[in-house]
């Protein structure tokens, strides 16, 4: 039951997110920033990306994923395609790990100590689809403030 509810989150946020990028209609907007935003829309996409392929693609779905967080935050350009189809294959991993989860293994503590004290699978979980809407939150008064 909450496996099914985190993948239809998770889904619909990643869905929106490619729709943002997607929205963009300028490829260079997507790096803008500006003094009061440090982070642009592609280096967030990056960073989202990153971040679920590591912490549920690679930690409970074993893809063999390695994160590099300094690029999500240092690489520019990446055309606007590659971002799409990154978020694509994101929600892929994302959706097919959680279709193997059972109930029992969303109770267990999760496989890493992210924050100071242990939490349950599922609690990291809704932590993570949160992130995301945050972060897409961002991309989105980014896109309406910046790609005029």
């Not at 390695?66 to 990446?78: I, N, P």
């Not at 097919?96 to 100071?116: A, G, N, T, W």
């Not at 972060?135 to 403030?145: A, K």
Request: charged content about 20%; proline content about 1%; hydrophobic content about 40%.
């Amino acid at each position: 039951m909450i496996a099914q509810a985190l993948i239809k989150l998770f889904t619909r946020d990643l869905t929106a997110l490619q729709t943002e990028i997607e929205s963009y209609a300028n490829d260079s907007t997507l790096w803008l920033v500006t003094e009061d935003i440090s982070n642009s829309a592609g280096n967030l996409c990056l960073h989202l990306v990153g971040n679920l392929n590591h912490f549920i693609g690679a930690a409970l779905g074993n893809s063999g994923y390695v994160r590099q967080r300094d690029l999500e935050f240092s690489l520019k350009d990446v055309p606007k395609a590659e971002l799409i189809e990154q978020v694509e294959a994101t929600k892929n991993a994302v959706v097919s790990v959680l279709e193997q989860l059972s109930e029992e293994d969303l109770q267990k503590e999760y496989i890493h100590r992210v924050f100071k004290e242990p939490m349950t699978t599922a609690y990291f979980l809704m932590h993570l689809s949160t992130h995301l809407a945050y972060h897409l939150g961002q991309i989105n008064y980014h896109r309406r403030l910046l790609d005029r």
